[in-house]
């Protein structure tokens, strides 16, 4: 692959490609790193996810010869074992790819669709009124056509090098022989104890012996090993058409609850829309901040045209020489002011028009931008802009203001990036953590609950909605996979979970690691807030304490939450002339337990005590 212009490493100038090399930490293995680490460094390939059982089984996938996408499809489906909660094949997901030969990022819409049989009024009740939102989750009703094995299918198709059976294999091995399970598997069946009895097809699976899995105890899903092998042995269409997707069906319309409990909403899906769907190739998202290119993914996803938008505001202003506060402060202006627009425009393309150019435009940024006060937050929520090609310099822009909506704080996000220089970042979900809770019996996964993601009324019947239910249409989503290039050459991918909080955590480590210049995995680790155009933003307890005092001075409100995000991200650091090129792959410290960083040739034996020089060289001048 053509190489950086940036500056190469003096200390790294003896690495080549697959030789294990004696780091300033001390000697090297040569082994794959899978461990819970939040920080690895190397050639040969890099992964990042939140599980060191998947990160592996993609690291393996690399070091047999995968690339990114082999390598990413590979992962995702350890993922449905190992965080079934959040991933699987009963849900949806956005693929961006950056392909190193043609220098093109192309992305997949994995999104779940609404059933043909889905009208505007389908979470409404008989008085008219918006459902229980709880009560909505965990139904039939909210079981949108999975996407997620169509995109593996496409992404191997479009840049693969193996099979579907080959990937899948290790994925199968783990769902058979097990995955031991950690404080945060445990966790979240605590938290899904009581809707997962409400179905006991899930109690069987996830509940073994009616019981909470216990920390250290291997659990092993035959089921979905099952699944896997027949997805490897007869293809995705089996997935879609014939007995597996009837079941599918059949269990979304008539979910079976446990004896005694209330009946769950019976869902509308059937076997011909499974037999319909698609995972359409869409053309990215791209802006360009500080001189560097970024891709992100389009409607149905609000996760690039809101990143990107965000972006641009900031890119009208200087962020990396001024303190710590001024920074967050135009960050928090810039993400609430995109999140405006997000929620007055985006929806599936299909049914609504989206003005994704014009609000990707540099003239629509620069009206927006006039909004940011330096000296003092707006009053939220603040009106949407209008992004019809007619701006004015700072003039004034008249728009409606709309809240957001509900989303969860579930999905997976990994970033996996390859020696050629091919990058996967892949995002995917079923929604809330545990989904609808409804498990297809006997198959090992459960099915998601993404129609929620869907706005149930209008909030303000004056201003159009585009994110209502309708047939086949694709909920809105805030899923950000996000690649940055500069100059055309790989530079930088990541993303987060965290329903719509997935745009500012993307947003924020963005500007930590460009404008901050700090390391990717201190990008990561830094403490977070979530801009999102609410009266108050919601903050980790560590931004308050270093930063809340400087910014409610400012104006700015915060109530406290314990947890933001779960990213990861892989980097291309500077690498001579000639060389394989040399990756960082960062997961975060402590969030959601910490996550896992790897690859396939360590350089450093320890994850500690990196040079900070080294590893985060500047991006801007
Ligand atoms: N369903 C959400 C979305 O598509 C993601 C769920 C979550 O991250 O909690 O934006």
Redesign the pocket.
Do not use: K
């Given at each position: 692959m053509p190489q950086r212009r940036r500056t190469s490493l003096l200390a790294l100038a003896g690495l080549t490609a697959g030789v294990a090399v004696a780091g300033p930490a001390g000697p090297v293995s040569a082994a794959p790193t899978a461990e819970k680490v939040p920080l690895a460094v190397g050639t040969g390939g890099a992964v990042a996810t939140v599980d060191p059982d998947a990160t592996r089984i993609g690291l393996d996938v690399l070091a047999d010869g995968g690339n990114a996408a082999d390598a990413a499809v590979a992962a995702a489906a350890a993922l449905g074992v190992t965080e079934p909660y959040s991933a699987g094949v009963g849900g949806g997901g956005f693929f961006v790819y950056y392909d190193a030969g043609s220098g093109e990022v192309s992305t997949i819409d994995g999104r779940e669709t609404a059933p043909m049989a889905m009208g505007a009024t389908a979470f409404l009740g008989e008085d008219g009124e918006p459902l229980p939102f709880a009560d909505a989750v965990n139904s039939g009703l909210s079981v949108g056509t999975p996407g997620t094995p169509r995109t593996w299918e496409r992404a191997l198709e479009e840049f693969g090098t193996k099979s579907l059976r080959d990937v899948l294999s290790g994925p199968t091995a783990l769902a058979r022989d097990g995955f031991v399970v950690d404080e945060t598997f445990r966790q979240q069946t605590a938290d899904n104890e009581e809707r997962f009895r409400l179905f006991p097809a899930t109690a069987e699976l996830f509940l073994p012996g009616g019981q909470l899995p216990e920390v250290g105890s291997v659990f092993r899903n035959p089921d979905l090993a099952r699944t896997y092998r027949q997805l490897a042995a007869r293809g995705v269409d089996s997935f879609y058409d014939g007995r597996l997707a009837d079941e599918i069906a059949a269990t979304a319309q008539d979910p079976q609850e446990a004896e005694g409990v209330p009946e769950a909403y019976d869902g509308l899906l059937t076997s011909a829309d499974l037999a319909a769907y698609d995972a359409p190739l869409r053309e990215a998202t791209k802006v360009e901040y500080r001189g560097l290119e970024v891709y992100g993914m389009a409607p149905p996803?609000s996760g690039g045209t809101t990143v990107g938008e965000a972006l641009n505001i900031l890119d009208e202003h200087n962020l990396a020489s001024i303190p710590a506060a001024d920074r967050l402060h135009h960050y928090l202006e810039a993400g609430a002011l995109a999140f405006a627009d997000r929620n007055a425009y985006v929806g599936d393309p299909a049914y609504t028009q989206v003005p994704v150019d014009e609000l990707l435009s540099e003239g629509f940024a620069a009206e927006r931008s006039c909004e940011i006060d330096p000296t003092a937050a707006a009053v939220k929520p603040v009106p949407a802009g209008v992004p019809d090609g007619e701006y004015a310099p700072c003039g004034t822009a008249d728009g409606a203001s709309v809240q957001d909506t509900a989303?969860?704080?579930?999905?997976t996000h990994l970033t996996v990036a390859d020696a050629e220089g091919n990058i996967a970042s892949y995002t995917l979900?079923i929604?809330?953590t545990g989904g609808s809770g409804i498990t297809v019996p006997g198959r090992g996964f459960l099915l998601n609950n993404?129609l929620t993601?869907f706005t149930f009324a209008p909030a303000d019947l004056t201003q159009p909605e585009p994110n209502l239910p309708a047939p086949g249409k694709r909920?809105?989503?805030?899923?950000a996979p996000t690649i940055v290039l500069d100059d055309g050459e790989p530079l930088m991918a990541l993303g987060s979970?965290?329903?719509?909080t997935?745009i500012t955590t993307v947003l924020q480590t963005l500007v930590n690691r460009v404008d901050a210049n700090m390391r990717l995995d201190e990008a990561i680790a830094a403490p977070r807030a979530t801009p999102r155009n609410t009266a108050s933003v919601n903050a980790e307890p560590a931004f308050l304490q270093a930063h809340g005092a400087e910014l409610t001075a400012l104006g700015h409100a915060f109530s406290e939450t314990a947890e933001i995000g779960a990213a990861t991200a892989v980097e291309f650091l500077p690498t001579p002339e000639g060389r394989t090129p040399l990756l960082l792959a960062a997961a975060e410290t402590t969030r959601r337990g910490g996550g896992s960083a790897g690859v396939v040739d360590d350089v450093y034996a320890t994850t500690t005590t990196k040079a900070a020089t080294d590893l985060a060289p500047r991006l801007v001048d």
């Open positions: 996803s989303a969860g704080v579930s999905t979900t929604e809330q993404e993601d909920p809105r989503s805030s899923m979970p965290g329903g719509s997935i």
